[in-house]
C-alpha cells in the first residue's frame, strides 16, 4: 500500500487517500478554499461520527468563540458509544495563544480512541504549537485556485470521477468562463448536467455554452432573494413550488452554497474597512451590476458565524439526500428554515 505523506492536497485526500487514514487521529485542514475544505470534512465526519451516538461522541469549537482552554478536557474524555470520539476546532489559528498552551503536549501523545480534526487558513510554523501540528498531524492543503490549470484539473477530476465526457473544446470553453473559484464551478458544471440530463453521450462546446447561457428556473434565484432577506415563510413556499415542479434538491444545496459563499465575501470585504462601491467596483466582477445592490443588503443581513453554520447546514443536507431514508422534502424544509432563522451565538 502506497504509504501516506506526512502532506496532502485536498484532492489527492478525496481521490486517493481518505480510504488509507485508519491510523490517523490527527488531521489539520489548512486553507482558504471552503468548498475542498467542506468535502474533507465530509469525508471525515462520514468516516468516523457514527449517527447513533452523534449526540454524546461528536462536538465541535469555533476558534473565536473559545475564552480558555476547557476544550482541551474533550480530547480527554473516551467515547461514550462509539468506537470513536471526534472533536472538530475550527479556526484554531484564531484562538488566543494561552489557551492552546496544553495542546502541544497532547499532539505529542494522543488518544488513540478521539479524533482531532483542526481547521485554519494557516498556521505559524516558528511557535510551538505550529510545529507540533506539522509534525504530529496529517495536513490537508485546501487551496483556493490561483491559475486556469487549477480550473482545468478540477473539472478534469470531476469528469472522470462522475465518468462523464466532454470534448476539448467544451472544456476549455467552460475553463474560460467560470469563475475562478471551485464552488461556482462546480454549481457551473451542476447546471450542464442537468441541461444534459445524461442524454449525450459526450458534452459538446454548443451543449455547455446554452447551459451557462441559460437559468434553468428563475426560481432558484427567487428562493435565494428571499433567503437573503431571511423570509422564512416566502422561502418555504417558495422550495415546496420548486419540489413540486421537480427541481433537483441536490441542485438547490449547490446554489444555495454559492450564494452564500457570495455573501461571505462581501462580509470579508466589510470586514476589510471597504466601501460599498469599492465593492461593487472591483469584487464583485462575476455578479451582474443589476444585482450588486442586491447582494450586499443581503450580507448585511448575515454574519460571518451565522454563515459559517448555514456552510455546516448544508453539508448536513447534502449527506442526509445522499444516505438518509428521511424524505427529500423534509430534509429540504428544514434546511431552508435554519437557514432563515439562522442566529448568532450568544
Known amino acids: 500500500m502506497k504509504q501516506i505523506p506526512q502532506e496532502v492536497t485536498a484532492q489527492e485526500f478525496i481521490s486517493e487517500y481518505h480510504a488509507k487514514t485508519s491510523h490517523v487521529t490527527i488531521y489539520t485542514l489548512l486553507g482558504a478554499d471552503m468548498f475542498y475544505m467542506g468535502k474533507v470534512l465530509q469525508i471525515l465526519i462520514s468516516k468516523y461520527v457514527e449517527p447513533a451516538s452523534k449526540d454524546f461522541d ?86 483556493e485556485p490561483r491559475y486556469l490549470k487549477d480550473i482545468k484539473n478540477w473539472l478534469e477530476t470531476e469528469l472522470t470521477r462522475r465518468k462523464i ?12 468562463t467560470v469563475q475562478m473559484d471551485y464552488c461556482a464551478a462546480m454549481n457551473e458544471l451542476e447546471k450542464i448536467i442537468l441541461y444534459t440530463d445524461g442524454s449525450k453521450d459526450v458534452i459538446t462546446f454548443s451543449d455547455v455554452r446554452n447551459a451557462l447561457g441559460i437559468a434553468r428556473s428563475n426560481t432558484i434565484y427567487e428562493l435565494q432573494d428571499s433567503i437573503g432577506l431571511k423570509n422564512c415563510v416566502e422561502s418555504l413556499s417558495m422550495l415546496e413550488r420548486m419540489l413540486q ?27 476589510k474597512n471597504m ?29 460571518h458565524k451565522q454563515i459559517r453554520r448555514i456552510f455546516d447546514f448544508l453539508m448536513e443536507a447534502d449527506t442526509d439526500l445522499k444516505s438518509s431514508g428521511i424524505k427529500k422534502n423534509l430534509i429540504m424544509d428544514l434546511l431552508v428554515y435554519r437557514i432563515c432563522n439562522s442566529r448568532d451565538r450568544g
Open 245 to 271: 415542479n421537480d427541481m433537483e434538491p441536490i441542485y438547490i444545496i449547490y446554489m444555495l452554497n454559492g450564494f452564500f459563499q457570495q455573501l461571505w465575501k462581501i462580509l470579508s470585504l466589510f470586514r
Open 165 to 176: 465526457k466532454m470534448d476539448s473544446k467544451a472544456r476549455e470553453f467552460f475553463s474560460d
Open 58 to 143: 461528536f462536538i465541535q469549537y469555533y476558534g473565536d468563540e473559545i475564552r480558555n482552554d476547557s476544550f482541551m478536557e474533550q480530547l480527554d474524555m473516551l467515547p461514550f458509544m462509539a468506537s470513536k470520539r471526534v472533536v472538530i476546532i475550527r479556526d484554531i489559528d484564531k484562538i488566543d495563544a494561552q489557551h492552546l498552551q496544553r495542546l502541544p503536549a497532547y499532539l505529542k501523545n494522543p488518544s488513540s480512541e478521539v479524533i482531532l480534526i483542526m481547521t485554519a487558513e494557516k498556521i505559524d510554523a516558528r511557535t510551538v504549537v505550529g510545529k507540533e501540528i506539522n509534525q504530529h498531524s496529517l495536513k490537508v492543503i485546501c487551496k
Open 275 to 303: 466601501s460599498q462601491n469599492e465593492i461593487k467596483q472591483r469584487y464583485l466582477n462575476e455578479i451582474h451590476p443589476n444585482f450588486r445592490d442586491k447582494m450586499i443588503r443581503f450580507a448585511q443581513n448575515y454574519s
